[in-house]
């Protein structure tokens, strides 16, 4: 969870300071699931956070008392974002908690049906604890490669960079996000390398476009995550076919922070 300091976002409210990160995460899911469902956050929270980020929590109908998140003495990542013209421009970003080992985080999901992770200052868990996890955790497993994506200078100033073993890392996944930026850190074929991870486990990658929708890439043989709940199902013969559309947003196009 990180705490955002926003700057010329809109001019009408100035500066603002809220929970962004993984509680636009929370606040969309607690919006969208079905009275069936109910959200565990398996989150680090800094010390000198924690009692905010429990109420902001205890805020959400959808999420289970307590949750899973675990207070560390280590300070709450924060970011601050500039903006130029309804535009993100320049995020900077200090502090951050300890990554998950797989010691810790094999234990926290038992019990659950699906996870949603999302790499949100992109040192949540190193490559080989995400590995570990797909092994060990039979439901459906959906993430967003996002900060991944990103680098940190000394002074915090975030930038684009190469993902390492991205290969891996999308087959770490039943499905994997990207936005266009991150989409082009996968490598020199970053399309080549989506159709080669559909081909090894993954069920579909999809490109969030902004303003214009979402493309996704999808194995032939691939319907949707309604197993959630059960047993990963054994790919097909349609697993070496792919399947790929534009989805175009719903209303039509709309302008704002994307």
Not at 6 to 17: K, Q, S, W
Not at 119 to 135: C, Y
Request: negative net charge; contains cysteine.
């Amino acid at each position: 969870m990180i705490w955002d300091t926003i700057e010329n976002r809109d001019a009408a409210r100035g500066t603002v300071e809220e929970w962004g990160g993984a509680g636009y995460s929370l606040a969309a899911l607690d919006a969208s699931l079905g009275d069936d469902w109910r959200v565990v956050p398996l989150v680090k929270v800094g010390r000198d956070l924690a009692a905010r980020a429990g109420t902001f929590l205890e805020s959400l109908g959808s999420i289970i008392p307590g949750g899973r998140f675990v207070e560390v003495p280590e300070a709450n990542p924060k970011v601050r974002l500039q903006y130029e013209q309804g535009e993100r421009r320049c995020e900077g970003l200090t502090g951050g908690v300890p990554p998950w080992t797989w010691e810790e985080l094999g234990p926290m999901v038992i019990g659950l049906d699906a996870l949603y992770l999302n790499f949100i200052t992109g040192f949540e868990a190193d490559l080989a604890t995400v590995r570990a996890l797909r092994q060990a955790f039979k439901g459906p497993i959906y993430g967003d490669l996002h900060s991944l994506a990103l680098g940190r200078q000394p002074d915090g100033t975030r930038y684009h960079r190469p993902i390492e073993e991205a290969l891996f890392w999308l087959t770490a996944m039943d499905v994997a996000q990207v936005n266009e930026d991150e989409m082009a850190q996968l490598g020199a074929e970053p399309l080549g390398l989506a159709a080669r991870a559909l081909t090894n486990g993954t069920s579909a990658v999809c490109v969030t476009l902004a303003e214009r929708g979402a493309v996704y890439i999808a194995a032939g043989d691939f319907a949707d995550l309604s197993w959630a709940g059960g047993t990963r199902p054994e790919r097909g013969s349609g697993q070496s076919l792919v399947r790929t559309a534009l989805i175009e947003p719903f209303g039509g196009r709309v302008s704002g922070d994307t």
